[in-house]
């Protein structure tokens, strides 16, 4: 069993940063594919970025490639999301997950999620 617990949101303007962090517990951490995923009203989820488990592999989604940046720290049991040139197509609640099935951008292939915490960019 894994708990997520995201935090970082918040309010920023357009062109701001924002830096998101996951705190994971548990003592196999590293075992995990960790992603970020995000919601934006009446939407579906989206997938943001992932990274694997020691951190050596990192996946982005076309829309944050250049922009957002994922990393882990493994004697934390964290991952963090980077986020910088934030647009206001952006703004959605963004969600942690831990999967242990592999690389995937699909939302039904991680096993673990958290609450989410909201980012909203002003324009």
């Known amino acids: 069993q894994v708990q997520l617990v995201e935090s970082g949101g918040g309010l920023v303007q357009a062109g701001g940063s924002l830096r998101l962090s996951c705190a994971a517990s548990g003592r196999t951490f590293r075992n995990y594919v960790m992603g970020w995923f995000r919601q934006a009203p009446g939407k579906e989820r989206e997938f943001v970025a992932a990274?694997?488990?020691?951190?050596?592999?990192?996946l982005y989604a076309d829309s944050v490639k250049g922009r957002f940046t994922i990393s882990r720290d493994n004697a934390k049991n964290t991952v963090f999301l980077q986020m910088n040139s934030l647009k206001p197509e952006d703004t959605a609640v963004y969600y942690c997950?831990?999967?242990?099935?592999?690389?995937?951008?699909?939302?039904?292939?991680?096993?673990?999620w958290g609450q989410g915490t909201q980012v909203t960019v002003s324009s």
């Open positions: 997950a831990a999967g242990s099935m592999g690389w995937s951008v699909e939302v039904t292939s991680y096993d673990y």
């Open positions: 990274i694997s488990g020691r951190g050596r592999s990192t």
